[in-house]
């Protein structure tokens, strides 16, 4: 083996191309996850969806070795299973759940009246309302309510489960309306908000981790028959390692529509899922059933620096050093936007910066680089700046 070839094979093995995996290779991955059918601890099997009953759930938290027992079940089947579980009756109490509707719907209505809460990544205007940041918007709302939502074993347990201790809960409420029409299948934050482009940027292992950074979740709150549209799945397909890229593509989007699963939820049921499980919200064809449920991200505790930088203290600092170095042809000034912007579009404050037109804002480190590539004066480009980072919550 000569030493090129050598180098391009391992080239291939770390950096993926846009147009990386084959239908033939993921079906065999996803039938391997189906094989498997070793969930004694569910209730039933609906289209290959382990479903658990909720009060088995609740006595289960109060003892410890039943627990790890649960929650060890769960890590197998998001990891190497059918990648979703359903919790049956997960929220019991049903006055804290109808409590937390109200609030979420006059958040709605106040928003809506202020000319707001309208971006949204993947709904047309008018499909749906959106509430980002539900969970602080709700805490501030009603704390007494938050606490007995919260309080809910199941949501604790997926969620420890998946991430382990530490973990940190956000939620964006999502209210599809009649005639709302369904969302393209696709994976989750992370990587699953990016093009295949910015997608194959990353290297291999970051396609590998990138599952195990978050969880994704859904509440019901009220009961959601087929014709409402509950979410869409495709169990098994999360195992698939080159999914953030190919599940985008025809051939795989074709194969969604003819094997997918969808099962009804009452109000009170939970839904919690591998984020690279492809998925998608289904076409609301009802008449009167406005779909709500509270969607729940949760993230690791390790996807976090150790410090605290003021990364758009330092930009403005920087730039006009940056513009100068730039028209003096100075090499590296990518490298040295890199070192000192922030680089990624999350976390920000989406009610004002929300990810209209794309599946994520534009970051600073973008920003920055316009601004460069534009030769925009400094004085007008701190404008530029000082405004996106107040848009992000940064001031």
């Not at 391009?8 to 995996?21: A, F, H, I, K, Q």
């Not at 929220?91 to 309208?118: N, Q, S």
């Not at 369904?182 to 994976?187: D, E, F, K, L, M």
Request: glycine share 10%.
């Amino acid at each position: 083996m000569d030493e090129r070839s050598l180098a391009s094979r391992r080239r291939d093995s770390v950096w993926l191309r846009p147009e990386s995996g084959t239908l033939a290779a993921f079906e065999a991955s996803r039938a391997e996850a189906l094989a498997r059918r070793d969930w004694p601890l569910a209730a039933e099997m609906i289209r290959d969806v382990p479903v658990y009953d909720g009060a088995m759930v609740r006595k289960a938290a109060a003892a410890p070795e039943a627990r790890r027992d649960v929650t060890a079940e769960w890590v197998g089947i998001l990891a190497d299973g059918p990648g979703v579980i359903v919790i049956r009756d997960a929220m019991p109490d049903r006055a804290a759940l109808d409590r937390a509707t109200g609030i979420f719907e006059d958040i709605i209505a106040g928003e809506r009246a202020a000319g707001g809460g309208g971006g949204d990544h993947f709904a047309r205007p008018g499909d749906n309302d959106r509430v980002w940041n539900a969970l602080e918007k709700h805490c501030l709302a009603d704390p007494a309510n938050f606490i007995r939502y919260y309080a809910s074993d199941a949501i604790a347990m997926a969620s420890e489960a998946w991430l382990g201790r530490g973990y940190q809960v956000t939620a964006q409420v999502n209210r599809v309306n009649p005639g709302g029409a369904a969302q393209t299948p696709h994976r989750d934050y992370h990587l699953g908000f990016m093009s295949p482009e910015q997608m194959a940027a990353f290297p291999a292992h970051i396609h590998r981790i990138s599952p195990v950074l978050t969880l994704q979740g859904a509440v019901a709150h009220c009961d959601m028959p087929l014709e409402s549209g509950p979410t869409l799945f495709l169990p098994g397909s999360q195992r698939f390692f080159e999914g953030y890229l190919a599940f985008g593509r025809p051939e795989f989007q074709e194969y969604f529509a003819a094997h997918r699963a969808q099962l009804p939820l009452a109000k009170g049921d939970a839904v919690f899922f591998n984020p690279a499980l492809m998925h998608g919200a289904g076409d609301n064809v009802s008449t009167d059933i406005e779909r709500m449920a509270n969607l729940l991200q949760v993230s690791s505790a390790f996807g976090r620096a150790m410090e605290r930088v003021d990364r758009s203290r330092m930009v403005a600092a920087l730039y006009e050093p940056l513009l100068a170095a730039r028209r003096g042809g100075a090499p590296g000034i990518a490298n040295a936007i890199a070192a000192s912007a922030e680089g990624y579009a999350f976390p920000t404050d989406l009610d004002r910066d929300p990810p209209v037109g794309g599946l994520a804002p534009q970051t600073e480190a973008e920003l920055v680089a316009e601004l460069l590539a534009a030769e925009t004066p400094p004085a007008e480009a701190l404008v530029r700046l000082e405004d996106h980072a107040r848009r992000r919550g940064g001031g």
